[in-house]
């Protein structure tokens, strides 16, 4: 099935999409209106958005693909709270922080981690918690010497290495 639209010089093929669910206190736009069975054709963006008094916390649109699936995972509405910035361009509400937590890293060998944050009384680590790798004298850092506890419960990037210089 292929739907041409003339006017944005578009064209969208084959890929039908299921709708999604809306988060709790939230709703989702679609750029397409649904087809007749209220499936959306390859190309339909889903932005998502909170009701007042709500924060989104992931990716605010999703496209649906060719292969029939949407992109990306489904964002959350949280209540609005304090927010805690851990860089510049990463922040998180208190609260966001205190519901997703990821397990405590393995050492390296010929190196040492240390965490931004202290394990809650699980032994995890908070969602938006910083670890940084770092090597002894006469050996250097092979990989991200960063990595991020992110919203879906792991770690950001690999684990690095200490290589000697």
Known sequence: ????????????CSGLCRPLDSPPDGSIEYSLIADENNEYLAGTIATFMCSDGFELFGYMTRACQQNMTWSSDSPSCLGKIPFICLLADYCLSINYTSVVSCSGLSGI???SIEYTTSPNAD???HSGTIVSYSCVDDFRIVGTDTRVCEPNMNWSGEVPTCERK
């Open 1 to 12: 099935m292929c739907l041409i639209v003339v006017y944005k010089i578009l064209s969208f």
């Open 109 to 111: 060998e010929s190196g």
């Open 123 to 125: 032994g995890n680590f």
